[in-house]
């Protein structure tokens, strides 16, 4: 991979370590994607997107993105590495981290949400933080039994505790339900053995990618085109992504808090249409200040049915999450938990 030179690294061999397995998972899963491109007939290539934090001063990323194709509705793999070696008085040394999101095109090709990251502290403490959840429009319970197995086969000791946070997490209190079908979550992870937790996050990210390709070539090759109604139920679960990840998930809140030079990548999350309406008719359903946070959601999105998640639209749901919590901190108390919640923002400051 290369490496722009207006981008400064973390010095830590810890963090170098970290950047060269994140990157490893990248360049794995970005091969794999367009592998299966190919092999259903469709061959595309994932675009190479740079971003800086503070101008490169302090790290940034670099993101493989994919949209409106046959195969995919909108997929980012995003590595990035955030460091304050410059800046002695902050807590937190280095954050490396790889997170991705893949929407296939078809309704019943499951999407995916991978995420494994590394922090380390001003002195030199750190930890893990690991997660991957399948996540089906339409669930299938042969590809769900699938990638909980390939998880619990590389990870049989933290399994039960995995799936407890993940469950925790992913959980949709207004909804009474949970966003995906199969969650596995370690976070704030550390043992006594570094050389070991750095394994098992590389053999929970390889599993988790490896699982997901398998189930997307064989969910796709030869598979009849989408109806009508398979499509409504995909468009109203892409509605329930977006209302999770902007409401919910503390991981997308802490980014858009600590800084706005990634907020295009960060909102590489959603998908490319949701219906807005079915947005709007859930803002009753949340508690306190959280319904303003729904209705300035809504706002953001351009008109039409379906209401299409454009560039503009990213940014201005961007906008919004962060003007709301900024101004309802107190609301970052309803967000997800899945037992442990870091001091991300605190960290970074």
């Not at 509605?239 to 503390?250: H, I, W």
Request: hydrophobic letters at 35%.
């Amino acid at each position: 991979m290369v490496r722009s030179v207006s981008r400064t690294f973390a010095q830590s061999k810890h963090a170098a370590r970290a950047l060269q397995l994140v990157e490893s998972l990248q360049r794995r899963f970005v091969g794999g994607l367009e592998r299966v491109s190919r092999r259903v007939g469709s061959p595309a290539t994932l675009s190479a997107v740079e971003w800086l934090r503070d101008d490169g001063t302090h790290g940034g990323g670099e993101r493989f993105e994919i949209g409106d194709t046959p195969v995919f509705d909108r997929g980012s793999v995003n590595v990035s590495q955030v460091h304050y070696d410059d800046l002695p008085d902050r807590r937190l040394s280095s954050a490396t981290a790889l997170s991705t999101i893949i929407h296939p095109r078809h309704p019943r090709a499951p999407s995916v949400h991978i995420h494994v990251s590394w922090t380390e502290m001003r002195d030199g403490s750190g930890y893990w933080r690991v997660m991957a959840d399948l996540n089906p429009s339409i669930p299938n319970d042969q590809d769900r039994d699938a990638f909980a197995d390939a998880l619990r086969r590389v990870a049989p000791d933290h399994w039960d505790d995995a799936t407890a946070q993940g469950d925790r997490y992913f959980y949709i209190p207004a909804l009474e339900r949970h966003r995906g079908v199969c969650h596995f979550y370690l976070e704030s992870y550390r043992s006594d053995d570094a050389d070991a937790d750095e394994y098992l996050a590389r053999r929970v990210g390889e599993a988790a990618i490896e699982t997901y390709l398998e189930i997307l070539e064989h969910t796709l090759k030869g598979i009849e085109p989408s109806t009508a109604e398979e499509r409504d139920q995909q468009l109203a679960y892409h509605t329930l992504y977006l209302f999770q990840v902007l409401t919910l998930d503390r991981g997308t809140t802490s980014g858009l808090l600590i800084h706005s030079d990634n907020d295009l990548g960060i909102m590489g999350s959603l998908p490319s249409h949701v219906d807005r309406d079915l947005l709007a008719s859930w803002s009753p359903e949340v508690p306190g200040p959280q319904g303003e946070l729904v209705d300035a959601l809504v706002d953001a999105l351009p008109p039409g049915s379906p209401a299409p998640v454009t560039l503009e639209a990213k940014l201005a749901l961007a906008t919004a999450v962060r003007q709301h919590f900024q101004a309802h901190p107190e609301a970052l108390e309803l967000q997800a938990s899945g037992g442990i919640v870091p001091p991300t923002v605190a960290n970074h400051r």
